[in-house]
């Protein structure tokens, strides 16, 4: 098993709709969890990391996170085209600041 | 905010020529990461730095060397580039537990 594994999409989403992004992690032990937006051609931007269980909201981005399933989800309100982007969960490896990414979901937002 | 530069945008080289990519960053990071990331392969680690001349190997170090003379600045090497190493190569710095941020990239072409 893949130690993060996503969806790799295209996940299409309707303007103005919510967009859910999933991420299951293997490691049990993992503390904080990262969520990056790459658009094409760019390099990975960190838009949010939660470190406990429940939600983390910073504007239209909620983070979620269920230690006892092993999955952190990223939803995205009121979607815009401007989200339209391939987005990366990364996990800690133990012990340093490596991180381990999934491959990615790639989202698109239909107007 | 973090600043992390890398010295060329776009990078075209001729096979066997030794190549070198440099990344600065300004905000006084302990950690430091080069990665390459290929369509369908997702981010691949490297090498990365965790302090002053201190390195480790990360997933796919054949082919490359690195230098961290100086805090601020860690360098890639290839030694003798061939045509597989033909990528987008991305730097990246990290404090601890606030997760990674990221160059803008160098795309390198090998011919």
């Known amino acids: 098993q893949k130690e993060v594994e996503q969806n790799s999409g295209p996940l299409s989403v309707p303007e103005g709709a919510i967009a859910s992004l999933n991420c299951t992690y293997s490691d049990r032990g993992s503390q904080s969890f990262f969520w990056y937006r790459q658009y094409s051609g760019k390099s990975p931007e960190l838009i949010m990391f939660i470190y406990s269980n429940g939600d983390k909201e910073d504007g239209r981005f909620t983070a979620q996170l269920n230690k006892a399933s092993q999955y952190v989800s990223l939803l995205i309100r009121d979607s815009q085209p401007s989200d339209s982007a391939t987005y990366l969960c990364?996990?800690?490896?133990?012990?340093?600041?490596?991180?381990?990414f999934g491959t990615g979901t790639r989202l698109t937002i239909i107007p | 905010d973090v600043k992390v530069t890398q010295s060329s945008r776009y990078l075209v080289k001729r096979t066997g020529e030794k190549v070198f990519l440099e990344c600065v960053q300004d905000m006084d990071h302990e950690n430091m990461f080069w990665y390459r990331q290929d369509p369908g392969l997702g981010l691949r680690l490297i090498y990365f730095s965790y302090d002053v001349k201190m390195k480790e190997k990360g997933d796919i170090p054949e082919g490359y060397s690195v230098s961290r003379e100086k805090k601020e600045r860690f360098s890639l090497i290839l030694e003798s580039a061939s045509t597989n190493q033909t990528s987008m190569y991305l730097c990246?710095?990290?404090?601890w537990g606030q997760g990674q941020y990221f160059g803008p990239g160098t795309r390198l072409t090998v011919t």
């Open positions: 990364a996990v800690p490896v133990f012990g340093n600041e490596k991180l381990t």
């Open positions: 990246a710095t990290a404090d």
